[in-house]
């Protein structure tokens, strides 16, 4: 399984993201990482399915669209049509959580959960085999700039053993939190297969560059992994 960058325009200059999608890109950048944010489930709001679907027009990579809103299954559609390649939805909000993972599903689009730092591995033991991905956050969500959780390491391995044990050894496992090159090698080894970024990326003075930096970090560090990961 390979590794991918996944640029989250939340860092981005909102009055130039579609320089921003292209900068990214040409660094070498797997997916556009889409942060919607209600300011009921997190403490901060966002952007909705029309600027997911103006960056569909001018990404040349996959939207990647990460719900932190209270009632996801209201908007899945709207993203859905606005162009997401994959949606995930946090494990926190939905009591349904087998039925909004297939109804992601039903839409063509890869479904994912999310877990919270404080939210344990426990809580996906139940729709680990039907899952595409599992994010780990390593922060808690809300806001950009925030430093890396180290104890989010470990997690990655436990979310890696639950998919193994349902037998979806496909799901891939994304992190998304204060990831920068210092910190790729270690997520990467833990398990980590998609590698969201922000300000590491977009408060650069080069952000085609440190997505080129970060993601041949990420790669260096697969390419020296256990088999076994």
Avoid: C, W
């Amino acid at each position: 399984m390979k590794v991918q960058i996944a640029a989250s325009i939340l860092s981005a200059d909102f009055a130039a993201l579609g320089a921003a999608a292209a900068a990214v890109e040409r660094g070498g950048a797997d997916l556009i990482h889409v942060d919607v944010m209600d300011g009921h489930f997190v403490p901060n709001i966002s952007i909705g399915p029309l600027v997911a679907r103006s960056l569909k027009r001018v990404a040349r990579v996959p939207i990647d669209v990460h719900l932190m809103i209270t009632d996801p299954d209201r908007y899945i559609d709207a993203f859905a049509s606005a162009g997401a390649s994959m949606i995930s939805v946090h494990v926190e909000v939905l009591p349904h959580l087998h039925r909004t993972v297939h109804a992601i599903k039903a839409l063509g689009v890869r479904a994912g959960v999310v877990l919270n730092p404080s939210t344990p591995v426990i809580a996906i033991e139940q729709i680990a085999g039907d899952v595409d991905f599992v994010l780990v956050m390593s922060v808690n969500p809300g806001f950009g700039g925030q430093a890396f959780i180290p104890r989010s390491e470990s997690k990655l391995r436990e979310v890696r053993e639950a998919l193994d044990r349902a037998g979806n050894t496909a799901a891939s496992i994304e992190i998304d939190g204060g990831i920068d090159r210092s910190n790729a090698a270690l997520v990467v080894a833990a398990g980590a297969r998609i590698l969201v970024a922000g300000s590491a990326i977009f408060h650069s003075s080069d952000p085609e560059q440190a997505t080129r930096e970060l993601k041949a970090a990420a790669v260096g560090a697969l390419a020296t992994a256990s088999p076994a990961l």
